[in-house]
């Protein structure tokens, strides 16, 4: 029997972004989990791998999957691009492998999450570890087994790679490509099959929403896109750098069928901005989201729907009985009672926020009724049924004692209220030192344990009513919730701990 | 003349323009980003090293560990992180090494031994060969490589301090070897030298001895307060390291150097290879945002006020040149020179303030060459490239009179420079523009670009200007942009300058297609997210390379404000 050659193109990415999640919530989890909780239990609890057909990922993340179905609609055929998760690129590399490609979220954990969590809890954050050891992997398996292979790295976190020439050598890494790569993909793995020169810096190339590739497999937790970037030009966000484009009905429809078709029932449908899914300019189309929502309800064996961001200026744009009728048809029969969104307020201060480039993310909101305005936004998602979770920056260049104290009281106002709030440390995206841990003020220690107050109290309640609503057996959620309380407990010791440290 | 509506080309105009508006400061100006230098760092470190406070072992340590992680897999150290290894560079670092006590492996000599050879006496050659006639920058790397040990003092070539006591007005008539901008390396790196291996010749000892304290007097007044020269760190490093080797670290200069190096260490570890560059990107953005028309989106009377404000309004110390200029940088170490002056008068002819503009063009006008173009700093100093003429500093001049209403001979002889530096192929060379990717390094997508600009505007229907626009629509790439020339890839930055340029000619054969197929390229760019990693295109003093955040960005605006007056406006949906 003659050994496997590989397959000549190569598709991987790092477990967390890899694994077999459940829900949406887990996948936000393990990015926000370092090396300090034990990686035993994250491994086979929070992230355990992904199911295999063929030796082939069921699931992968859904920026692989574009890049697959480019090079499959190009010519490609499946013998000659496989999809394999970490554990099975020893068999997948072989002597005819020319190129691996690699779906990068956190090379280097300079991410605001990364830098937040590792400052916080100790430890290295998961994506960056792991990410670590897939290179360590890859560069093994190119080693013994295809010495001329190259391996080039794309996906969100590429651009944290792309000015580093020397950390790129030291992990191996022929090719970085920036940005969304749909429209040169083909060309740059034609080249890599046929050994030709490409550059080390290579930017993507987009293509029109309506010639974006429907995916041929399963996605991670079920992700499909109904639009992309947002175009808003906020200093501190990579995607504000990109334009708002919808992809058409038609084509998320394919994508959701084929997360059906991979098993995949329970479906994250992302956007930097939800509700602005088919808004003309900045003028949100509630009709479009709910036309948009139901044909998705109306798809056999759909089951939880559930969405990331939006944004409180196009939250604004739509009545409390269009919100409602967004949360009933995101929840249908599944019975989940605590559906959940990502608003980014950032800060409290209206002032900072524009200074930071956000003054068209605050549309007409005066500075000084910024917070108030989230606020009102939020609590009518409270009120529509939704279980909200803020993020907040802090360390925003030009913040000041005042900025923190407005945020802070802003913090405080939700007492009682179903909600959280989780802030992050400052962190450029162009490069340059993120903030540390140690540069927190005490009243920046009060604000972050103000919001865990309410992260403590709130997020077990998503996670039982989330799981339950997608089927999760009970023991696990008990598992859950155990490994919760463990963390919550760490967590308050590492908050004492830093406060205690923090300068006045 | 409008053509078809390209879709979505609002829409990313709209984005790009917020994207360029947070990049602000506080104050409302831009300040950019200039990419970290392993030849800033290894400078910077050296000369804190030898200045030996205790204070400055945190940077030290964290220089040469970002030094470390900065070496390329070929064992060397490029420019900027994106540059390819290059020898004086790699020899910068290993002195940094030495004197910080590192021991340099195998590994770490191997890019210098495979391009120069394995001993001190070839490095000290190769190094000279590269740099030709011009010791600005060779004598230095010399000299920092003596100081640490890694190359001999014999045979660094002489640097004639003495002359910087004669008055300035004599310069140019003595062919010095070294540009303008150096006068501080020369007369520090001179002493130095001078110092190890004094003259034979008992007049010129004399003549030197006479001669130290008066130099030395020069080198302080022209000092900025803040101790950067030039706002770069490499030129003060080596400052800082030669009067510490002559005179030792309580030199007043010397610890005024360093207290700038310890100021401009970013987060990282890193030095840049200056400061920043922000007159230049903020008179860049300003006119990209009005030929965006989002000038409103800015406190317009604040920025005139800014801008103006930067104006000298005295003799400038450094180079002795008359008011009325401007330079690079808000900071105490610019200097006027005639790019940025030309900018800085676009922005204000754009800001409708033109109050400032009759200075700037009376500065502009006493800095033309003979030969009709302008150089960068100093009329007539010398023949080395930076203080000549180039095409363009010189379109940038012209366009800036014509704005200003004044100046008809003077740009008349400026076109015909251009006319007589057109290359054969219808292109211009810059000279403070490249491109890493073309064999010569040169970028004549930029200089072809600038050039047009000013015949746009003086002499549309000229032969060179034709020949021009022909050439760049010729370079333009199978996938619609443009490279520094045409062998090299697409950049974004080019891509833009190109469209800005060939905006003016519609209706030429080829430019319509050619500006369709370059705003489709902008267009997948941006909607790819990739459009504002920057590329290392720009070429500072010596030839060194150097990437500007914000150069894409700015570009980019300003192209598509321009497509969007050609292609019209087009709903997003």
Known sequence: MTAFPGYPIVLTADRTLMAGYSLLFDGMLASSLTTAAPPGLVGRLVMPPAPLTDGRATVAPLGIRRIEAALREGGFTRDEVAVVPEEELPRAIGPRTCAVGICAGEPTGHGMNSTTMAGIAGGISYPHAHFTRLMATVRACRTAAAPKAKIILGGPGSWQLAGDAARRAALGIDHVVTGYAEGNALELFRALRLRDPLPAVIPGEAVPAEAIPPIVDGTTMGVVEISRGCGWGCAFCTLARVPMRHLPEELIVADVQTNLRAGMADIAVLSEDFFRYGAIGASVQPERVLGLLQWLRGLHGVGLLQIDHANARSVAGFSADELARVTRLLVGETGAELPWVNMGVETASGALLRRNGGGPKMGGVMDDEWGSFCAVQLRRLIRAGFLPMVSLILGLPGETPEDVEATLRWVEGFRGEPITIFPVLYAPVDGGAPLTVRALTRRHWQLIRAAYTYNFRWIPRLYRDNQAAVGVPPWKRLLFQMMGWGQAMQWRARFALHAGRARG | ?573
Not at chain 2, 304 to 309: I, N, P, Q, S
Not at chain 2, 532 to 543: E, H, K, N, Q, V
């Open chain 2, 1 to 573: 003349m409008t053509q078809r509506a390209i879709p979505h080309l609002a829409s990313a105009l709209e984005t790009a323009v917020a994207h360029l508006l947070s990049r602000r400061e506080p104050e409302g100006f831009w300040r950019g980003r200039l990419s970290a230098s392993a030849l800033a760092t290894a400078t910077a470190v050296s000369a804190l090293l030898l200045g030996g406070e205790a204070a400055d072992r945190p940077l030290i340590r964290a220089g040469i560990a970002w030094l470390r992680a900065a070496q390329r897999a070929d064992g060397g150290w490029g420019d900027t992180p994106e540059s390819p290894s290059n020898l004086p560079t790699t020899l910068l670092v290993l002195a940094a090494f030495r004197l910080a006590g590192e021991p340099d492996s195998a590994a770490d000599r191997r890019y210098a031994v495979a391009r120069a050879g394995r001993t001190p006496a070839e490095w000290r050659a190769a190094i000279l060969r590269s740099y030709g006639a011009d010791r600005t920058f060779a004598v230095p790397i010399l000299m920092h490589g003596a100081l640490a040990g890694l190359t001999p003092w014999a045979g660094i070539p002489d640097l004639p301090f003495e002359l910087a006591a004669v008055p300035r007005a004599w310069y140019p008539a003595l062919r010095l070897r070294v540009v303008s901008y150096a006068l501080p390396a020369l007369i520090a790196v001179g002493l130095l030298l001078d110092d190890r291996r004094p003259p034979r010749h008992p007049l010129l000892r004399a003549a030197r001895r006479l001669a130290a304290p008066r130099v030395l007097d020069t080198l302080a007044r022209i000092q900025p307060e803040h101790g950067g020269f030039l706002e770069a760190a490499p030129l003060t490093a080596f400052v800082a390291m030669a009067l510490i080797g002559r005179f030792g670290a309580a030199h007043p200069v010397a610890r005024r150097c360093l207290a700038f190096l310890r100021d401009g260490v970013r987060a990282d570890g890193s030095w840049p290879i200056d400061t920043d560059l922000s007159v230049w990107v903020t008179t860049n953005a300003l006119t990209a945002l009005g030929a965006a028309g989002a000038l409103e989106a800015i406190d317009v009377p604040a920025m005139r006020r800014w801008v103006a404000a930067r104006q000298y309004t005295a003799e400038h110390p450094y180079t002795g040149a008359a008011p009325g200029g401007w330079g690079w940088t808000h900071r105490p170490g610019g200097v006027p020179d005639a790019d940025d002056t030309a900018g800085a008068m676009l922005a204000l002819a754009r800001l409708g303030e033109t109050a400032p503009l009759a200075a700037g063009a009376r500065w502009l006008r006493g800095l033309q060459n003979r030969d009709g173009g302008w150089p960068t700093f100093c009329r007539g100093w010398g023949r080395l490239p930076f203080d000549t003429s180039a095409p363009d500093v010189t379109a940038h001049a012209v366009r800036a009179l014509r704005a200003a209403g004044v100046g008809d001979a003077a740009r008349r002889r400026g076109m015909a420079y251009l006319e007589a530096a057109q290359g054969a192929d219808g292109a211009w060379t810059p000279l403070w523009f490249g491109n890493q990717a073309t064999a010569d390094g040169t970028n004549r997508t930029y200089g072809t670009a600038r050039v047009l600009r000013a015949y746009a505007v003086l002499a549309p229907d000229a032969l060179a200007a034709h020949r021009g626009v022909a050439w760049l629509v010729g370079a333009q790439r199978e996938d619609g942009g443009w490279g520094g020339g045409v062998e090299a890839p697409s950049t974004i930055e080019e891509t833009a300058l190109a469209l800005s340029a060939l905006a003016d000619w519609p209706q030429a054969p080829g430019v319509a297609e050619a500006l369709t197929r370059g705003t489709a390229y902008l267009l997948r760019r941006i909607e790819a997210g990739s459009w504002t990693i920057s590329a290392p295109i720009g070429l500072y003093f010596a030839r060194l390379w150097y990437d500007e955040a914000l150069y894409p960005v700015v570009w980019t605006v300003e192209a598509l404000g321009r497509m969007r007056h050609i292609f019209g406006e087009a709903v997003d949906r």
